[in-house]
């Protein structure tokens, strides 16, 4: 079974802090996905990235970024942490088209 | 803007029903549907994928895709209160396109089963 790892799941943050969320998946899939997921608005795309060094902004990329340097790393960086950005976040990674998601176990970051 | 629909429920059954989850969808051009169970504070889980118009059974699930009305919807047979989660529809509009698979998922149906 693949298996996507998030490094943390629990994690509380201050205001204005630079936030990372690292994601690892051990199948070699090309594509890798973060959401954020908050009641009332679902699962909504922040970044993915389809290859090492590539990305694509999401739904709402506002105060995030991505680094992907090694294909089994997708980490999600918030620049300087609000606390409108207290979620869960999932990262998810694909083999490709029609494949369908496996999910990490989500980090829930709440940001004072 | 690509739009994924699921009935809002919550959907309450009592053990041993059939509960029914519909999902519809905008993007004429999509392609591959999934149905995701999330259980409560845990993340999503694929329990379905269907392709192609038509029944797709497995174990008590069948998921039923209407391409020209363009929906989707999961039956669970023989409810059970393990089944009790939220479940989540999504689309995958890559066809023709390059969306590396990205797919858009609805706000989740939550289905209680009562024993």
């Known amino acids: 079974d693949v298996k996507v790892t998030q490094s943390s799941r629990y994690l509380v943050k201050r205001t204005g802090e630079k936030v990372f969320l690292e994601c690892v998946q051990d199948m070699d899939h090309e594509n890798m996905f973060w959401y954020r997921q908050d009641p009332g608005l679902g699962l909504r795309l922040i970044y993915f990235?389809?290859?090492?060094?590539?990305?694509e902004k999401g739904d709402i990329p506002e105060g995030y970024s991505v680094s992907r340097e090694k294909k089994e790393r997708f980490s999600l960086i918030l620049e300087s942490a609000s606390t409108n950005q207290t979620s869960m976040y999932l990262c998810a990674s694909s083999l490709g088209p029609a494949r369908g998601y496996t999910f990490g176990s989500g980090t829930r970051l709440t940001v004072v | 803007q690509k739009e994924v629909e699921q009935n809002s429920g919550p959907l309450s059954v009592p053990e041993g029903a059939i509960a029914s989850l519909n999902c519809t969808y905008s993007d004429r051009v999509s392609q591959s549907f999934f149905w995701y169970r999330q259980y409560s504070g845990k993340s999503p889980e694929l329990i379905m994928s269907?392709?192609?118009?038509g029944d797709k059974e497995d174990g008590r699930f069948t998921a039923q895709l209407n391409k020209a009305s363009q929906y989707v919807s999961l039956l669970i047979r023989d409810s059970q209160p393990s089944d009790s989660a939220t479940y989540l529809c999504a689309v995958d509009s890559s066809a023709g396109g390059t969306s590396y698979g990205k797919l858009t998922f609805g706000q989740g149906t939550i289905l209680t089963v009562h024993p």
């Open positions: 990235s389809y290859d090492v060094k590539m990305k």
């Open positions: 269907i392709y192609s118009n």
